[in-house]
């Protein structure tokens, strides 16, 4: 589940990003390429863990699933607060500078 | 349990690794004969450090992510020795055989998304190339 929610979360940053890569002033690429990032590793992770359970790994228990739904919502979250530090640190519109140093 | 590690590793050799290249780059550009040799091929071309910025950022992210699930799992704790499974000889020696295993094969895999990342970047420049105009 922590899986398919960084996927989805990845798919979704991919399709944003590819439409506002002109502009490019979002710094989405490198959300996209955290999400990725993760994904790929939690695929190894699932990968592995399938190897060991078997058809038991796609019938997990419910409270497993809610957990595992509730880890991967958290993480998004943290990959969204990740980006919003980096693009507020970059600021490449200018805007928090402009407030910083308004007369 | 700390196969994120293996990852953490790599990211800091690429991120030390893209800021060197990317100061050589930088050097290059403002030294004055590169200026005057300055071809359409060299423009077209998109730098070596930014490449190896897209694999910092996917390492990066990925660790970030799946050392907050050790967290979130209690395998990773805010006190010596910070691994949980690293106070325990036999949980400890779980530990290193899982970032032997799965620990590498994520690293690998990252590393092999990249490789393909690049090798379509690559087709993307020659495809670029000969629309560009030619110099005098």
């Known amino acids: 589940m922590t899986l398919l929610t960084t996927v989805f979360a990845a798919i979704i940053c991919t399709v944003l990003w590819y439409r506002t890569a002109q502009s490019g002033e979002w710094k989405l690429g490198t959300l996209c390429l955290m999400y990725w990032g993760a994904s790929l590793m939690w695929l190894v992770d699932a990968i592995f863990e399938y190897a060991e359970l078997g058809a038991a790994y796609f019938t997990p228990e419910p409270a497993d699933m809610l957990n595992d739904l509730f880890l991967g919502l958290s993480a998004v979250a943290l990959g969204l607060v990740i980006w919003l530090a980096i693009l507020l640190i970059r600021d490449p519109k200018g805007v928090v500078r402009q407030k910083l140093f308004k007369k | ?136």
């Open chain 2, 1 to 136: 349990m700390a196969c994120f590690l293996v990852s953490a590793a790599e990211a800091v050799v690429v991120t030390v690794a893209a800021s060197r290249f990317e100061k050589k780059e930088k050097a290059r550009e403002t030294a004055p004969a590169a200026c005057e040799g300055l071809s359409a091929e060299t423009t077209a071309k998109i730098p070596f450090s930014r490449k190896l910025k897209w694999l910092r950022n996917l390492l990066w992210g990925g660790v970030a992510l799946l050392a907050f699930e050790h967290v979130w799992h209690g395998e990773v704790v805010p006190w010596f020795p910070f691994l949980t499974a690293a106070s325990d000889p036999a949980d400890a020696a779980e530990m290193l055989h899982e970032m032997g295993t799965v620990g590498v094969a994520m690293a690998l895999l990252v590393t092999v998304v990249w490789l393909g990342m690049l090798g379509v970047a690559a087709l993307a420049e020659k495809r670029a190339l000969p629309s560009l105009p030619e110099q005098d």
